[in-house]
């Protein structure tokens, strides 16, 4: 049975003051399904309880009024527990506005912030792609974040980069088939990805806990823990069993609302804490499918 996540207690995330589906850039939005204002508030302050409740801590970032999609936290920028933070660098252009204001709030929160590119002009990087996982930082590319931004990451940071290639257009983010569970287990989806990073999973995830079809489009690997607890949009009864089983209690919220632009209770809470351990290596280390 593996350890613990050493990372998950802290947490930043964005009230859903302006959020509403203005445009379409991945398969689940639609102009014509709006959320509901007030159900979704009531979720969104479901899920920071819930984080609370399970011994963390949320920050709250006010939402840009230009930008409804900033309520998906986890794309503001990956930070680290030693107090980096490297900022997205968002592939759709009505994102970036959300980047002025993540900006802000690290900066004044005591982040050193990085970029993959200058003035927006750089390889594309959503931290919406990125987990720190065993003795690596995982990072999905392909619909949203460039390969080259992996490179940009071992070298800055000067740790070692595990990359895995996307290849489902319903799994643009690692947020949606890959969500770290303990030190060893993680829900996988592997039709996610291409055959080379099939074949990588098995070297990245000693003990993968791979979902059906059914499990993953009802957006389950996009849950997080913390502490003891795995907050989660949907539960089957099977992986309800795997779960108690590693000693986690289960918490199961309706996010609903939130599908309808694309993600769930991972996409909507951005971890401040992962643990960025340098290689020995200088200029870091990347490893990438074959």
């Known amino acids: 049975m593996g350890q613990p996540l050493e990372w998950g207690r802290r947490y930043l995330m964005v009230r859903p003051d302006h959020f509403r589906i203005d445009y379409v850039i991945n398969p689940y939005m639609s102009t014509q399904d709006q959320p509901d204002p007030a159900l979704a508030l009531k979720q969104w302050e479901s899920l920071r309880q819930a984080i609370v409740d399970a011994g963390g801590s949320v920050e709250v970032l006010d939402q840009r009024p230009d930008s409804p999609d900033m309520v998906y936290a986890m794309n503001l920028g990956l930070a680290a527990a030693d107090g980096r933070a490297m900022l997205s660098h968002m592939r759709f252009e009505p994102r970036r506005k959300e980047s002025l204001s993540a900006a802000e709030w690290f900066t ?6 990085d970029r993959t590119g200058g003035d927006g002009i750089g390889p594309h990087f959503e931290s919406g792609d990125a987990f720190v996982f065993g003795d690596s930082l995982v990072v999905g590319y392909g619909p949203r974040t460039e390969a080259d931004a992996l490179k940009h990451l071992a070298t800055e940071w000067n740790v070692r980069v595990r990359g895995l ?4 257009e319903g799994m643009y983010h690692l947020d949606l088939p890959f969500c770290p569970v303990d030190s060893t287990h993680a829900m996988i989806y592997p039709p996610a990805f291409d055959a080379a ?3 990588e999973l098995a ?3 000693p003990d993968p806990i791979v979902l059906t ?12 823990v913390v502490g003891e607890t795995i907050i989660m949009p949907a539960c089957s009864d099977r992986l309800h069993d795997v779960f108690t089983g590693l000693g986690l209690r289960v918490v199961v919220l309706d996010l609903t609302e939130f599908h309808k632009g694309g993600g769930s209770a991972r996409c909507l809470t951005n971890p401040l804490d992962f643990p960025l351990a340098p290689v020995t290596t200088q200029g870091g280390e990347l490893i990438l499918p074959l």
């Open 108 to 113: 004044g929160h005591g982040f050193a912030l």
């Open 165 to 168: 290639r996307i290849a489902h």
């Open 197 to 199: 990073s099939q074949a």
């Open 203 to 205: 070297g990245i995830v």
């Open 213 to 224: 079809d059914e499990e993953a489009f009802a957006f389950t690997a996009n849950s997080l």
